[in-house]
């Protein structure tokens, strides 16, 4: 349903061009979730903001942006407008700050509605507590007078949820929907997200920097580094059998529940490459500990593995059964 | 044994916590008096008051009496009625000249924090050029070339508040139009208009509404120093600066000419500045880490 094909997002800034999305290529169908995995300033975000067409005034986009058929980087602003809300809703970061803190979350909620369903005042407000309802937000008639610095960060989380949802959108893409969250909430947000979707049948994408929050929550995962796939498979495939060494270490960065007391997290050493600076091997080489001659000299295109869904980028991959061509 | 009550009772009633601020009784002195100047100016024509432009010359800077309860001025005119009068020259230009401030500068404020580029260059360009023209010499300018009236004196003291008004609105948009919840109606397909009436406008409002009051304080001793230097209303009419200006001629004589003016304008200008000044420490802070 969408398709992102080719896209590149290009930011000047005062110390040069800043390439924050480098070619991606992603699809997802309905009732299908992707993740987005990579960690802060790799391009997760631009990329979402690139496909609702939210990106700064100077960002230039390249690549095409199919949506249901259209492309959302070329169609007129009008129509484009009455397409987000209505098809596509996103579900941001922190609760606190993607909601009005000056207007309740009845007014926030009914107004959405009204604006793209055309409901009346009543019908808009039953519609408001159900929405509310569906995403357990306990007493919802109460909840609609309230403004948002009454409520807890889950709370707002599920509002912000309940107004994204509102206009029954085909595509939702959650930019780290549980980073601000309490871990005990995480898990409670991202059941109420997967329940939804299932519900709705619509797609979903799930941007993070966690693989613990993709793992068993998506169809399909990306890993993205400096602005670019460097792999993509079906999740269980990915977590069985991965590839492309940063996904290996971005796994075992997480902590594990059964280490020992004081055990030292394999951190991945160093910081990603300077995205005004480029380099012309691949990016990921200077922290890469399997690294050789090659990885300087030339950046990896993304090649499919044993079954043409899984994708790297990688002249060093690990976990290949087959001998590496030579 | 003592058990541990778990309270699962259906559906638990969430009364929104109402928190009675502390307002403080100078707060309330504050309020009390903007409120008896406001009323006593509104309804001067029906107050049992003598005429505030009728002279009795036998009765020249006559001490306080039955008759004359604040005693009379240097033309014998009834000094309460006067004074009463006078807040009403204060009140409408000190008010209405914010109004125009606000509204112009507010919606200058809005526009130029929201849509940047050119448009806010031009804007705060203009008002640095505004700011820098001497206020005065403006004041002198307009009142030589349309005359002396209540309504030219608000218009001249409501442009000259328009920067101030539009700055504050400016700073408090940029910060707020790079938060999440307006890329996030944007998300939601809302239109500019949409964006600007419902969500910035309303968080905006709230410094503008404080700094207003404290813009009708400054507008009222403006008025007073530009009605002192003759620049005001024209002289029968009653307004506490000129009242001041002709007191200043009988200060050895009778000093509670120029004092009793000059202290109801600071006692409303201090009410104004206490007033805004609590309102904007109750919507400052961060509004639940805003």
């Known amino acids: 349903m969408l398709s992102v094909e080719d896209v590149s997002v290009n930011l000047p800034t005062p110390r040069g061009n800043l390439r924050a999305v480098d070619r991606v290529d992603l699809n997802v169908g309905a009732g299908r979730t992707l993740g987005i995995v990579g960690e802060s300033g790799c391009g997760k975000t631009m990329l979402s903001r690139a496909i609702l067409q939210l990106l700064p005034k100077k960002a230039m986009l390249s690549g095409r942006v199919m949506f249901d058929g259209q492309d959302l980087a070329r169609l007129a602003p009008e129509r484009l407008r009455k397409l987000r809300g209505r098809s596509l809703a996103v579900v941001f970061q922190d609760p606190m700050t993607s909601l009005n803190p000056v207007l309740t979350i009845g007014t926030q909620l009914i107004e959405t509605l009204q604006e793209h369903l055309e409901l009346d005042g009543q019908a808009a407000k039953m519609r408001s507590v159900e929405l509310l309802a569906a995403v357990g937000i306990p007493a919802p008639e109460q909840r609609l007078k309230q403004y948002p610095h009454q409520l807890s960060g889950g709370m707002r989380q599920r509002v912000a949820i309940a107004i994204a949802l509102s206009c029954e959108p085909k595509l939702l893409i959650a930019d780290e929907p549980t980073t601000a969250l309490d871990v005990t909430i995480q898990a409670q947000i991202l059941d109420l997200l997967a329940r939804e979707q299932r519900r709705r049948h619509m797609a979903m994408i799930i941007i993070t920097h966690d693989l613990g929050v993709v793992a068993g929550r998506t169809d399909e995962v990306a890993v993205m580094y400096a602005g670019r796939v460097v792999e993509r498979a079906p999740t269980p495939e990915l977590f069985k059998k991965m590839h492309m060494p940063y996904t290996e270490a971005l796994l075992a960065a997480i902590p594990k529940i059964d280490a020992k007391p004081h055990t030292p997290l394999p951190a991945i050493s160093g910081r990603p490459p300077d995205p005004t600076r480029p380099l012309r091997g691949c990016s990921f080489m200077p922290r890469c500990r399997y690294a050789w001659a090659q990885c300087q000299i030339e950046k990896p295109r993304l090649e499919p593995a044993e079954s043409p869904d899984h994708q790297y980028a990688c002249f060093r991959p690990i976990n290949i059964t087959a001998a590496v061509p030579a | ?290």
Request: aromatic share 8%; charged share 15%; hydrophobic share 55%.
């Open chain 2, 1 to 290: 044994m003592a058990t541990l009550e778990l309270g699962i009772e259906g559906d638990v009633v969430v009364s929104p916590v109402r928190r009675t601020r502390r307002l403080g009784p100078l707060f309330w002195a504050a309020i009390v008096w903007m409120v008896a100047v406001v009323a006593a100016s509104a309804f001067a024509d029906l107050l049992p008051l003598p005429s505030p432009t009728d002279m009795d010359m036998l009765e020249r800077r006559a001490p306080a009496s039955a008759l004359h309860w604040l005693g009379t001025d240097g033309l014998g005119r009834d000094e309460l009625a006067r004074l009463i009068h006078g807040a009403r020259v204060s009140l409408i230009v000190g008010v209405c000249a914010p109004v125009i401030g606000i509204t112009i500068g507010g919606a200058l404020g809005i526009l130029a924090g929201y849509f940047r580029g050119r448009f806010e260059t031009l804007v705060v360009g203009s008002m640095d050029v505004l700011l820098a023209f001497p206020p005065l010499v403006f004041a002198l300018a307009v009142t030589a070339y349309l005359g002396q009236s209540i309504l030219n004196l608000t218009c001249i003291l409501g442009v000259l508040g328009i920067p101030a008004f539009m700055r504050v609105a400016r700073a408090a948009t940029l910060s707020l139009a790079r938060r999440e919840f307006v890329i996030a109606a944007q998300a939601l397909g809302a239109t500019h208009a949409r964006i600007l009436l419902r969500e910035l406008l309303p968080n905006v409002i709230l410094p503008l509404f404080a700094f207003f009051l404290l813009g009708v304080a400054v507008t009222i001793v403006v008025e007073g120093a530009l009605s002192f230097l003759g620049l005001g209303v024209p002289p029968p009419t009653a307004s506490w600066g000129g009242m001041i200006g002709e007191g200043r001629e009988s200060l050895e004589i009778a000093p509670r000419l120029a004092f009793l003016p000059a202290f109801a304008m600071f006692l409303t200008v201090l009410s104004f500045n206490l007033v805004g000044d609590t309102l904007r420490a109750l919507t400052d802070p961060r509004q639940g880490a805003l």
